[in-house]
């Protein structure tokens, strides 16, 4: 599937944003692959940034085309997620998904993910996956979690383009399961950070005891509150305090 479409740059802003800017070329289609060395202004979740120091990691976009209507879109997210936990389990780690799209390995960041969908009518057509994966960087600014890499936690250096055909591979795999009808939800839930433990979380400046319960079919997080409601989060309105 992502084969044959492959532009490789050696710096740019953003490879979800170059990727978005080839809309209207034959080149924006299912299978196309962006990766960069070194991005100025890498994409994370919330508006923040990725931090990546060149040549050192995975920086890569993707474009399928899912087809499916809005209301499932958290399946792509699914998907995605659990496609970096295979290789990350290929490697010898235990990744669990923080919801809404980050991989953490012992609670610490290993990997974020950034999808970005185009639509026709309710009709999800293309998504733009961005994915960062920290391999060879050992040097981190603070964060909340702490980040890491693939050579901070194996303690070896890695060939980028080695794990970047491995995790398109995963990708591949995951996707055809899930146009096949293979449901993937119990696989997803096992890799769920925290699910079924009592957690702190905050929203709206109130803190709160909960329990992850799961995510619901839009994507929104489903947390057991103390009175046993459950109740539904979109991706700002929760913080995870750990």
């Known amino acids: 599937m992502f084969t044959k479409n492959h532009i490789k740059l050696d710096a740019i802003n953003s490879t979800n944003e170059y990727a978005l800017s080839l809309q209207v070329t034959p080149a924006f289609k299912e299978g196309l692959v962006v990766t960069a060395s070194y991005q100025s202004r890498g994409n994370g979740q919330r508006g923040r940034i990725w931090e990546s120091n060149a040549n050192e990691n995975l920086l890569l976009s993707v474009v399928i085309e899912p087809n499916i209507n809005i209301n499932k879109q958290s399946e792509i997210s699914k998907i995605v997620a659990l496609s970096v936990c295979d290789l990350l389990t290929d490697l010898g780690l235990n990744p669990k998904i923080k919801w809404p799209n980050d991989i953490l390995v012992d609670k610490?960041?290993?990997?974020g993910i950034l999808i970005q969908n185009k639509l026709k009518g309710n009709l999800i057509i293309h998504s733009v996956i961005g994915i960062g994966l920290n391999i060879n960087q050992m040097n981190f600014k603070k964060y909340?979690?702490?980040?890491t890499s693939l050579q901070l936690l194996l303690n070896k250096e890695f060939d980028i383009a080695k794990i970047q055909m491995q995790?398109?591979?995963f990708l591949s795999d995951r996707i055809k399961q899930f146009r096949n009808g293979t449901s993937q939800e119990q696989e997803y839930l096992c890799a769920l950070f925290l699910k079924d433990k009592p957690a702190a979380f905050e929203s709206g400046n109130q803190q709160f005891m909960g329990i992850i319960k799961g995510v619901s079919q839009s994507g929104k997080l489903l947390i057991?509150?103390?009175?046993?409601?459950?109740?539904?989060?979109?991706?700002?309105?929760?913080k995870f305090l750990f």
């Open 108 to 111: 610490q960041k290993i990997a």
């Open 224 to 238: 057991q509150k103390e009175d046993d409601s459950i109740a539904e989060f979109e991706n700002q309105q929760v």
């Open 167 to 169: 995790l398109l591979s």
């Open 144 to 147: 909340l979690p702490k980040a």
